[in-house]
């Protein structure tokens, strides 16, 4: 059947006519105007729950009050992790605290230090994580000045052995390179062709003393004849033993013996049986150790502490329980340039030897006693450009502040500036605080 053969359903309206609908047009399907009405309800419902869920976050915006904020809660190791009511943070379990308003710009008060910001922490929560404070005071502290040092042979102490004639060395009678000695101790014996006309210069004139009838006394101002040899033999470096023998046995000395003038240890100068030597020439050297030197390197921003006369002390790794003691002897009056170190001179004494020269320790000089602020050391701060503290204020309030240290002592540090006697400070803990107050600046500071 075509579409114009197809018949129109008749509907009575008023006045008697019959509504046809269009070609191809159909009645809509029962219900459809319902669904439509609560398609467009839903719609709406859901935009009110849209606006009611975007309105907490444009209250702070809009210059509401901080209630809400205050009532936020956060992990101060997590930042992440908020909650709208007090607990435990989820991931470390530590205990949330309020979120306090941020400002918009975080300046540190005076003193205080850049990056840093003050937090409060309630009394049993410092308890609770071992936090412990301690009041800054006035203390006599005594620093002492660590350096490293080494032990070297008082100069003042070393004797060179020369001899002052040509001869050949008949005997040596020091063994080995080094050896201890003993003052009068003989060393080797020479035989020297030019003092055998001295020595019989000096025979004559004692046989001429001994003669009969010589005996009167020289006249005034004069040498005696047996006196000038002896001086010539004694300035020539003829030992008073050996001119005792001569004078005794009445002839000359085939070797002279060299004898060494001081107890110590004597250190041959590639001496051997033998050999010839000249005028001038070094047979041995002796160094008495009873007395040592330390040289200890002073930085060159410490040289205005350090003066001669101040104690010292030095320890050694080869003795650990033994402290030997002494005094700054000596400053010297140029720097080392290649250490940049000021070198001072510390003598000790070394009466059992235990000191060896080459030897190294570490050397405390003592800078003397003085009254200042001081507080422990475990309560400063120090990153290496910049030292600060925590001061303690009401109500758990721990704020940052920047101090200038001085000496350390006992373990305790002067401060020189920032802090006054009296003020508390941390002193344990430092290192949950520091990270609490670096939070809590970066909070305050975000955009």
Excluded at 14 to 22: H, R, Y
Excluded at 42 to 60: C, E, K
Excluded at 80 to 87: C, E, H, I, K, T
């Amino acid at each position: 059947m075509s579409a114009a053969e197809r018949k129109v359903p008749e509907d009575p309206v008023p006045g008697g006519t019959v509504a046809v609908l269009p070609q191809g047009a159909e009645d809509p399907p029962p219900g459809v105007k319902t669904m439509a009405i609560v398609r467009w309800a839903l719609i709406g419902l859901m935009g009110i729950a849209a606006a009611a869920a975007w309105l907490p976050a444009v209250r702070p915006a809009s210059g509401a009050t901080g209630k809400h904020a205050e009532a936020l809660f956060h992990c101060p190791m997590h930042p992440s992790v908020v909650r709208d009511q007090a607990g435990d943070c989820p991931i470390c379990g530590m205990r949330l605290v309020a979120v306090e308003p941020r400002r918009s710009v975080a300046t540190p008060a005076t003193g205080g230090v850049p990056g840093l910001a003050a937090v409060s922490i309630e009394p049993e929560r410092l308890q609770l994580i071992g936090i412990r404070t301690a009041q800054a005071s006035r203390r006599r502290l005594a620093p002492e000045l660590r350096t490293a040092g080494f032990v070297a042979a008082d100069e003042d102490r070393l004797a060179s052995i020369t001899v002052r004639y040509s001869g050949y060395v008949k005997d040596v009678r020091v063994k080995g390179t080094v050896a201890r000695v003993k003052k009068g101790q003989v060393l080797a014996t020479v035989y020297s062709p030019e003092l055998i006309t001295p020595q019989l210069s000096f025979v004559n004139g004692v046989r001429w003393r001994k003669a009969p009838g010589v005996g009167a006394p020289a006249p005034s101002g004069s040498v005696p004849l047996a006196d000038d040899p002896r001086r010539r033999l004694l300035l020539l470096g003829v030992s008073e033993q050996d001119l005792a023998d001569i004078e005794r046995r009445l002839e000359p000395l085939q070797e002279l013996k060299i004898r060494s003038p001081i107890d110590g240890w004597a250190v041959a100068s590639a001496l051997r049986q033998g050999s010839y030597v000249e005028p001038g020439a070094e047979l041995f050297q002796i160094a008495d150790l009873s007395k040592v030197w330390v040289i200890a390197d002073v930085l060159e921003r410490d040289m205005g502490r350090v003066r001669v006369g101040q104690h010292a002390r030095l320890t050694i790794a080869a003795y650990p329980d033994r402290v030997f003691r002494g005094e700054v002897e000596f400053l010297y009056p140029a720097l080392n340039p290649a250490t940049r170190t000021l070198q001072a001179r510390i003598e000790l004494a070394n009466p059992d030897l235990l000191l060896r020269p080459g030897m190294y320790g570490d050397a405390f000089i003592e800078l003397g006693a003085s009254d200042a602020v001081a507080v422990p050391e475990d309560a400063v701060v120090d990153t290496g450009g910049t030292q600060y503290v925590f001061v303690a204020g009401s109500a758990g309030q721990l704020a940052p502040r920047r101090v200038a240290v001085g000496s350390r002592a006992e373990g305790w540090v002067e401060i020189v500036s920032g802090l006054t006697a009296g003020e508390t400070v941390v002193t344990t803990g430092n290192f949950l605080v520091d990270s609490e107050s670096r939070l809590r600046a970066a909070l305050e500071n975000r955009p």
